[in-house]
Protein backbone atom coordinates (compact mmCIF):
# COMPACT_ATOMS: atom_id res chain seq x y z
CA UNK A 1 0.00 0.00 0.00
CA UNK A 2 1.77 3.70 -1.24
CA UNK A 3 0.90 5.72 1.88
CA UNK A 4 2.27 8.76 -0.05
CA UNK A 5 0.72 9.88 -2.90
CA UNK A 6 3.08 12.13 -4.63
CA UNK A 7 2.39 14.24 -7.71
CA UNK A 8 2.59 14.52 -11.19
CA UNK A 9 4.27 11.57 -12.32
CA UNK A 10 5.58 13.43 -14.79
CA UNK A 11 6.65 17.15 -15.54
CA UNK A 12 8.36 18.33 -18.67
CA UNK A 13 9.27 22.38 -18.68
CA UNK A 14 11.19 24.83 -20.32
CA UNK A 15 14.57 26.63 -18.68
CA UNK A 16 13.26 29.65 -16.74
CA UNK A 17 9.88 28.03 -15.48
CA UNK A 18 9.08 27.52 -12.22
CA UNK A 19 7.35 24.06 -11.01
CA UNK A 20 5.63 22.38 -8.15
CA UNK A 21 5.51 18.81 -6.83
CA UNK A 22 3.32 17.27 -4.19
CA UNK A 23 3.04 14.72 -2.21
CA UNK A 24 0.21 13.57 0.05
CA UNK A 25 -1.07 11.44 2.55
CA UNK A 26 -3.41 10.08 5.04
CA UNK A 27 -1.02 9.10 7.55
CA UNK A 28 1.27 11.73 9.80
CA UNK A 29 4.84 11.38 9.25
CA UNK A 30 7.29 12.68 12.28
CA UNK A 31 9.41 13.63 9.33
CA UNK A 32 9.45 14.13 5.73
CA UNK A 33 12.08 14.48 3.41
CA UNK A 34 12.80 14.89 -0.39
CA UNK A 35 15.48 13.38 -2.29
CA UNK A 36 16.79 13.70 -6.05
CA UNK A 37 17.86 11.11 -7.77
CA UNK A 38 19.53 10.77 -11.25
CA UNK A 39 20.11 7.89 -13.27
CA UNK A 40 23.05 5.51 -12.22
CA UNK A 41 22.88 6.96 -9.02
CA UNK A 42 21.05 6.23 -5.66
CA UNK A 43 19.09 9.50 -4.29
CA UNK A 44 20.67 12.43 -2.77
CA UNK A 45 18.54 14.23 0.06
CA UNK A 46 17.39 17.66 -0.61
CA UNK A 47 16.14 18.67 2.78
CA UNK A 48 14.42 17.06 5.90
CA UNK A 49 11.11 18.61 7.56
CA UNK A 50 10.09 17.54 10.89
CA UNK A 51 7.79 20.84 12.17
CA UNK A 52 4.00 21.25 10.87
CA UNK A 53 3.95 24.48 9.04
CA UNK A 54 7.43 24.79 8.14
CA UNK A 55 8.90 26.18 5.17
CA UNK A 56 12.59 25.69 4.25
CA UNK A 57 14.19 27.06 1.61
CA UNK A 58 17.52 26.05 -0.84
CA UNK A 59 18.42 28.56 -2.50
CA UNK A 60 15.71 28.32 -5.68
CA UNK A 61 13.92 25.37 -3.77
CA UNK A 62 10.92 25.81 -1.16
CA UNK A 63 10.26 22.98 0.92
CA UNK A 64 7.25 23.34 2.52
CA UNK A 65 5.54 20.75 5.33
CA UNK A 66 1.84 20.87 6.33
CA UNK A 67 0.18 22.09 9.27
CA UNK A 68 -0.96 18.12 9.76
CA UNK A 69 2.47 16.75 8.90
CA UNK A 70 0.77 14.49 6.69
CA UNK A 71 1.59 16.51 3.33
CA UNK A 72 4.57 18.28 1.61
CA UNK A 73 5.77 20.05 -1.46
CA UNK A 74 8.59 21.02 -3.08
CA UNK A 75 8.33 24.39 -5.43
CA UNK A 76 11.56 25.06 -8.10
CA UNK A 77 11.84 28.76 -9.03
CA UNK A 78 13.37 29.61 -12.17
CA UNK A 79 13.98 26.13 -13.28
CA UNK A 80 17.49 25.00 -14.68
CA UNK A 81 18.52 21.74 -16.55
CA UNK A 82 20.48 20.72 -13.76
CA UNK A 83 17.30 20.36 -11.92
CA UNK A 84 16.50 17.44 -14.09
CA UNK A 85 15.92 14.42 -12.15
CA UNK A 86 13.33 12.12 -10.59
CA UNK A 87 12.26 13.72 -7.43
CA UNK A 88 10.98 11.53 -4.53
CA UNK A 89 9.16 12.30 -1.22
CA UNK A 90 10.01 9.55 1.47
CA UNK A 91 7.90 9.59 5.25
CA UNK A 92 9.61 8.57 8.29
CA UNK A 93 7.30 5.85 10.03
CA UNK A 94 8.50 6.40 13.94
CA UNK A 95 11.53 7.82 15.14
CA UNK A 96 14.18 7.65 12.60
CA UNK A 97 12.33 4.55 11.61
CA UNK A 98 12.31 3.30 7.97
CA UNK A 99 11.11 5.57 4.94
CA UNK A 100 7.97 4.88 2.89
CA UNK A 101 8.79 6.38 -0.30
CA UNK A 102 6.15 8.10 -2.90
CA UNK A 103 6.12 6.96 -6.48
CA UNK A 104 8.46 9.82 -7.86
CA UNK A 105 8.36 12.65 -10.19
CA UNK A 106 10.42 12.84 -13.01
CA UNK A 107 11.51 16.23 -13.85
CA UNK A 108 12.84 16.92 -17.45
CA UNK A 109 14.22 20.72 -17.91
CA UNK A 110 15.11 21.60 -21.27
CA UNK A 111 17.49 24.75 -22.28
CA UNK B 1 27.86 13.63 5.17
CA UNK B 2 28.67 9.70 5.58
CA UNK B 3 29.60 8.22 1.96
CA UNK B 4 28.51 4.77 1.41
CA UNK B 5 30.37 2.48 -1.32
CA UNK B 6 28.23 0.05 -2.78
CA UNK B 7 29.53 -2.67 -5.12
CA UNK B 8 29.51 -4.11 -7.72
CA UNK B 9 27.68 -1.39 -9.45
CA UNK B 10 25.96 -3.70 -11.96
CA UNK B 11 26.38 -7.27 -13.13
CA UNK B 12 24.65 -9.09 -15.37
CA UNK B 13 23.99 -13.03 -13.81
CA UNK B 14 22.59 -16.42 -15.03
CA UNK B 15 19.19 -17.54 -13.42
CA UNK B 16 19.89 -19.88 -10.52
CA UNK B 17 23.13 -18.50 -9.36
CA UNK B 18 23.60 -16.24 -6.07
CA UNK B 19 24.55 -12.61 -6.12
CA UNK B 20 26.27 -10.48 -2.64
CA UNK B 21 25.62 -7.01 -2.89
CA UNK B 22 28.09 -5.14 -0.47
CA UNK B 23 27.81 -1.69 1.19
CA UNK B 24 30.20 0.50 3.02
CA UNK B 25 29.93 3.35 5.12
CA UNK B 26 32.75 5.70 6.40
CA UNK B 27 30.58 5.90 9.46
CA UNK B 28 29.11 4.00 12.10
CA UNK B 29 25.39 3.79 11.31
CA UNK B 30 22.89 1.97 13.52
CA UNK B 31 20.43 0.70 11.17
CA UNK B 32 21.03 0.27 7.62
CA UNK B 33 18.36 -0.27 4.85
CA UNK B 34 18.25 -2.50 1.71
CA UNK B 35 15.80 -1.43 -1.16
CA UNK B 36 14.77 -2.57 -4.70
CA UNK B 37 13.91 -0.08 -7.47
CA UNK B 38 12.74 -0.26 -10.94
CA UNK B 39 14.77 2.25 -13.54
CA UNK B 40 12.30 5.96 -12.87
CA UNK B 41 10.16 4.24 -10.09
CA UNK B 42 10.08 4.36 -6.69
CA UNK B 43 11.70 2.16 -3.48
CA UNK B 44 10.28 -0.59 -2.27
CA UNK B 45 12.25 -1.58 0.98
CA UNK B 46 13.36 -5.11 1.47
CA UNK B 47 14.26 -4.73 4.56
CA UNK B 48 16.24 -3.37 8.05
CA UNK B 49 19.60 -4.73 9.36
CA UNK B 50 20.76 -3.80 12.73
CA UNK B 51 24.07 -4.95 14.10
CA UNK B 52 23.99 -8.30 16.21
CA UNK B 53 20.14 -9.13 14.91
CA UNK B 54 18.19 -10.98 12.44
CA UNK B 55 17.42 -8.50 9.88
CA UNK B 56 13.52 -7.45 9.44
CA UNK B 57 12.17 -8.58 6.19
CA UNK B 58 9.04 -6.54 4.38
CA UNK B 59 6.31 -7.99 3.55
CA UNK B 60 7.02 -10.22 0.56
CA UNK B 61 10.34 -10.50 1.12
CA UNK B 62 12.20 -13.65 2.93
CA UNK B 63 15.30 -14.32 4.00
CA UNK B 64 16.16 -17.36 2.50
CA UNK B 65 15.50 -15.53 -0.62
CA UNK B 66 17.25 -12.04 0.86
CA UNK B 67 19.68 -13.24 3.09
CA UNK B 68 21.18 -9.89 5.31
CA UNK B 69 24.37 -9.65 7.21
CA UNK B 70 25.27 -6.92 9.29
CA UNK B 71 28.42 -7.54 10.98
CA UNK B 72 29.03 -3.95 12.18
CA UNK B 73 27.85 -1.06 12.20
CA UNK B 74 29.86 0.19 9.05
CA UNK B 75 29.27 -2.80 7.09
CA UNK B 76 26.41 -4.92 5.16
CA UNK B 77 26.07 -7.53 2.95
CA UNK B 78 22.90 -7.89 0.90
CA UNK B 79 22.72 -11.24 -1.07
CA UNK B 80 19.98 -12.20 -4.02
CA UNK B 81 20.00 -16.29 -4.05
CA UNK B 82 18.65 -18.46 -6.79
CA UNK B 83 17.87 -15.64 -9.20
CA UNK B 84 14.99 -15.47 -11.70
CA UNK B 85 14.89 -12.86 -14.70
CA UNK B 86 12.32 -10.88 -12.39
CA UNK B 87 14.95 -10.18 -9.73
CA UNK B 88 16.12 -8.04 -12.26
CA UNK B 89 16.07 -4.58 -10.60
CA UNK B 90 18.79 -1.67 -8.61
CA UNK B 91 18.88 -2.82 -5.12
CA UNK B 92 20.41 0.18 -2.90
CA UNK B 93 21.85 0.34 0.57
CA UNK B 94 20.87 2.88 2.83
CA UNK B 95 21.78 4.43 6.31
CA UNK B 96 20.80 7.30 8.81
CA UNK B 97 23.49 10.14 8.23
CA UNK B 98 23.38 11.96 11.47
CA UNK B 99 25.35 15.07 10.03
CA UNK B 100 23.00 15.48 7.23
CA UNK B 101 20.16 14.91 9.41
CA UNK B 102 18.84 12.18 6.95
CA UNK B 103 19.35 9.48 5.00
CA UNK B 104 22.61 8.30 2.62
CA UNK B 105 21.91 5.93 -0.09
CA UNK B 106 24.88 3.93 -1.59
CA UNK B 107 25.05 4.30 -5.36
CA UNK B 108 23.11 1.06 -6.64
CA UNK B 109 23.92 -1.98 -7.93
CA UNK B 110 21.64 -2.73 -11.59
CA UNK B 111 21.51 -6.26 -11.59
CA UNK B 112 20.24 -8.00 -14.63
CA UNK B 113 19.33 -11.94 -14.42
CA UNK B 114 19.16 -13.62 -17.56
Known amino acids: TQLLEQSPQFLSIQEGENLTVYCNSS?????LQWYRQEPGEGPVLLVT?????EVKKLKRLTFQFGDARKDSSLHITAAQPGDTGLYLCAGAVGSWGKLQFGAGTQVVVTP | SAVISQKPSRDICQRGTSLTIQCQVDSQVTMMFWYRQQPGQSLTLIATANQGSEATYESGFVIDKFPISRPNLTFSTLTVSNMSPEDSSIYLCSGWDNGHYGYTFGSGTRLTVV
Open chain 1, 27 to 31: SVFSS
Open chain 1, 49 to 53: VVTGG
